[in-house]
């Protein structure tokens, strides 16, 4: 639902759609329940009491998703500049071989960044991957077999670079994984469910005025709200507008 989201609509539109339905929702509340009578026995200290408990609780599990999505999003752009600098590192490596394995070599890592780049970040937008940039790995590892060491130094240059594809193969697949993974549908339960639970248990607590019940009902809804959109757009690291950008692969191939 998260990915659909920000892949369908503008950042702009995802602040209404995402936080308009927990404000609607304690407006609504507030006209249904505020007007009610006031007395010793409405149960507001108690309602007060709960309320504390319920969004400690619900806000430390809160905080947690976001900062886990937070450090994902970062490790998932992490992932693509070692990506890019492993290529780079590739061409480095056999830099020790001669000008027509180098070439070889090339072409294929240039096949590889294009389809990554041109295809495969658009599919991975749906959690999805390109099995053509698996077939031109297995293409780039042909090529650096094709050429095998001839001298004591393209040895070792030969076992960097080996080592280099598979830390890449590696890097890869992680990429792939963030691309892939988002938040469990029973924590996405938990954490929406319970911001309609918690602005449900502020509508219960008595303020000194009625205006001042209401904006302490709104800003608490607007708050989870805004916390709820964070979760929406870090969900999907390469999805919607603000996903991980693929210019650390493009200035790789323009620089090739």
Request: glycine fraction near 8%.
């Amino acid at each position: 639902m998260t990915r659909w989201l920000l892949n369908t609509f503008p950042t702009w539109a995802l602040v209404p759609l995402v936080i308009g339905p927990f404000l609607l929702f304690a407006v609504a509340g507030f006209a249904l329940v505020g007007h009610r009578a006031r007395g010793p026995h409405t149960g507001g200290e108690a309602a007060g009491v709960l309320i504390g408990v319920v969004g400690a609780v619900y806000g430390i599990v809160l905080a947690f998703v976001v900062v886990v999505l937070y450090q994902d999003y970062q490790d998932a752009g992490a992932t693509v500049r070692a990506e890019a600098t492993e290529i780079e590192q590739v061409t480095r490596h056999f830099g020790a071989f001669d000008a027509a394995a180098q070439a070889d070599v090339a072409r294929r890592l240039d096949a590889y960044t294009r389809v990554v780049v041109a295809s495969e970040w658009e599919q991975m937008r749906d959690g999805r991957l390109s099995p053509q940039a698996w077939r031109e790995i297995d293409g780039l590892y042909a090529a650096v077999q094709r050429h095998p060491p001839r001298s004591d130094v393209q040895g070792v240059f030969y076992e960097e670079t080996i080592a280099t594809l598979d830390a890449l193969v590696a890097t890869r697949r992680e990429r792939l994984r963030f691309a892939e993974e988002r938040l469990p549908a029973a924590l996405q339960v938990l954490i929406f469910g319970g911001a309609f639970v918690l602005i449900g248990f502020t509508l219960l607590v008595e303020a000194a005025s009625t205006p001042l019940q209401r904006a302490m009902v709104v800003v608490v809804a607007g708050l989870i709200g805004l916390n709820l959109l964070l979760v929406v757009l870090l969900d999907h690291p390469f999805s919607g507008e603000l996903s991980v950008s693929s210019h650390a692969l493009v200035e790789r191939a323009t620089e090739r």
